[in-house]
């Protein structure tokens, strides 16, 4: 779970969530919607998929990027469980 909080702690990669949430793209796609270089995305994409929030395709010559919701699933059922007081 420390890869999941490390990965939404950050808003670039916060941002890059919510661009997959709208639609599958490639990793020149997401580079072009930010003003830094395509190493630091693709450093971001590599922190975003060692905490399983998003998966790769190799495509040819292209990779594209898509969004998995089952990691943020579990936290949000952990968050709720930590949240609910058990009745005696």
Do not use: C
């Not at 916060?14 to 709208?22: A, E, F, N, V």
């Not at 020149?28 to 929030?53: T, V």
């Not at 998966?55 to 040819?60: D, M, R």
């Not at 990027?65 to 930590?82: A, F, P, Q």
């Amino acid at each position: 779970m420390n890869h999941l909080f490390q990965a939404l702690s950050d808003p670039t990669r916060r941002k890059i969530l919510d661009m997959l949430k709208k639609k599958d793209l490639t990793a020149g796609e997401i580079a072009d919607a930010f003003n830094i270089s395509k190493p630091s995305i693709s450093h971001h994409l590599d922190i975003l998929k060692r905490a399983n929030l998003v998966v790769s395709e190799k495509q040819g010559q292209f990779i594209t990027y898509s969004i998995n919701t089952t990691e943020l699933d579990e936290l949000i059922k952990w968050m709720y469980h930590l949240g609910v007081k058990k009745k005696k």
